[in-house]
């Protein structure tokens, strides 16, 4: 089972590779893992900078949680 976010006004996913709590936890505080990122540099993981990316990008936006198996 894969877990991602999407836009439901663009209709577009993304998969990060990380489980659903995750997901959870990075939607509910972007704004400070956005703090954080600006000064951990590129010693972020992966799936956090996907996620944050994605997020920022679709900010005024509804995201949902989805999954796929
Ligand atoms: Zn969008």
């Known amino acids: 089972m894969q877990y ?6 663009c209709e ?3 998969w990060p590779a990380a489980p659903r709590a995750e997901l959870q936890w990075l939607r509910q505080r972007t704004h400070v893992v956005r703090e954080v990122a600006a000064h951990a540099g590129n010693g972020l993981d992966t799936w956090i900078v996907e996620g944050l990316e994605f997020l920022d990008h679709h900010a005024q936006h509804s995201i949902v949680l989805v999954r796929r198996s």
């Open 4 to 9: 991602g976010y999407q836009c439901e006004e």
């Open 12 to 14: 577009v996913a993304v």
